[in-house]
């Protein structure tokens, strides 16, 4: 058998393929081209275990390519591979050497690959948290400019209500309305692109079964529900409900040695969306659901409330993983005691 490791970079990549000894068969630096790389590893294609690829920033045109091709594809989570730190020489092709030395050994961390159909509803889902930030700074830009102009403050309701006309009505110098108008028409643009997104994420996510399931939930409304199930993807694919939280990063993270501590893991290691998401979440929670507001407070008490958020966003993942799973609707009572 053969096994190959592509190191990905935003223009190139360089294709390495291992035999079963660990000597090279191939290596060579391709652009980045679909066919050239196809046609490179065609020849060897009947024999090889599989190819590992870098999860960088632009994965995905190569993985889809190599998988429509009929090739055996594995992702590498990077952040899990350490070369030897003593090696005097490393380069792009000993990455790649590497990539698939780790893969023949049967040591190969891999991240998931969900499907392009699931995939590109997932990243509009993502786009859209994007233009809400971008809306969030354009509001609150008016808001200082307001205080600095007007001595006076507008909710940011309010200002989702301002029209141009209420602007030039405000009497201000003509370069500070020049500069509010430009926030206030970037603003209403992004709105009408976020209002575009949801529209399209409700046709495909509120007839997924698991939509109303995650609805039931304590603190989880329209948007929160769909990041949850579009960042989650098949729930089948975590082996069980303590790898499902610790994806969502509702875990602590800690190294220990003889009984003491020696610093931290990797906080980052999960899914940043789902922890955002089941965060926001736990706020909702304990504002509308006194069960929730009862476990955070006994928490608080204990710790602190950076602490107490965290340990209901983990109970609220829980009972995530467990409904997706059983098909069950949330029982705050099983969730919170």
């Given amino acids: 058998m053969l096994f190959c490791g592509i190191d990905l970079h935003s223009n190139n990549s360089v294709v390495a393929i291992l035999d079963e000894s660990d000597k090279v068969i191939y290596s060579r630096r391709h652009p980045n081209n679909l066919d050239e790389i196809c046609g490179a590893l065609m020849p060897y294609q009947s024999q090889l275990a599989g190819v590992v690829v870098e999860s960088t920033f632009n994965w995905y045109w190569l993985v889809d390519g190599l998988q429509a091709q009929g090739f055996r594809v594995h992702l590498a989570n990077t952040t899990a591979i350490k070369q030897y730190d003593g090696l005097k020489h490393r380069g792009d092709e000993s990455d790649a050497r590497h990539l698939a030395h780790v893969f023949r050994l049967g040591l190969l961390p891999t991240g998931h690959i969900m499907p392009k159909e ?8 993502r786009k859209r948290m994007q233009l809400v930030q971008q809306r969030s700074i354009h509001i609150l830009s008016i808001e200082t400019q307001m205080d600095q102009h007007r001595g006076a403050h507008l909710s940011s309701n309010l200002i989702k209500k301002l029209s141009s006309s209420d602007i030039d009505a405000m009497g201000l110098e003509e370069m500070a309305s020049i500069a509010m108008k430009a926030n206030l028409s970037l603003m209403q643009s992004t709105d009408q692109q976020i209002d575009l997104i949801e529209k399209a994420l409700a046709s495909h996510c509120r007839h997924h079964p698991g939509f109303p399931l995650l609805k039931s939930v304590a603190g989880i409304g329209d948007v929160l529900a769909t990041v949850i199930l579009l960042e989650t993807g098949s729930i089948e694919r975590f082996k069980d409900v303590g790898n499902y939280v610790s994806y969502c990063r509702c875990v602590g993270s800690i190294h220990t040695s003889n009984g003491k501590k020696k610093g931290e893991g990797n906080t980052k290691n999960g899914n ?10 736990a706020n909702f929670a304990i504002r509308y659901s006194e069960a ?7 928490k608080k008490a204990k710790r602190n409330g950076i602490v107490a958020i965290k340990a209901v966003a983990h109970k609220l993942a829980r009972a995530c993983f467990h409904m997706l799973k059983t098909g069950e609707v949330f029982s705050v009572e099983r969730c919170f005691t």
Avoid: G, I, S
Avoid at 118 to 125: E, F, G, M, P, S
Avoid at 272 to 281: D, G
């Fill in 292 to 298: 929730a507001k009862k476990f955070y407070q006994r």
């Fill in 272 to 281: 940043r969306f789902l922890a955002w998401a089941y965060v926001e979440a």
């Fill in 118 to 125: 699931q995939r590109v509803v997932r990243d509009l889902a």
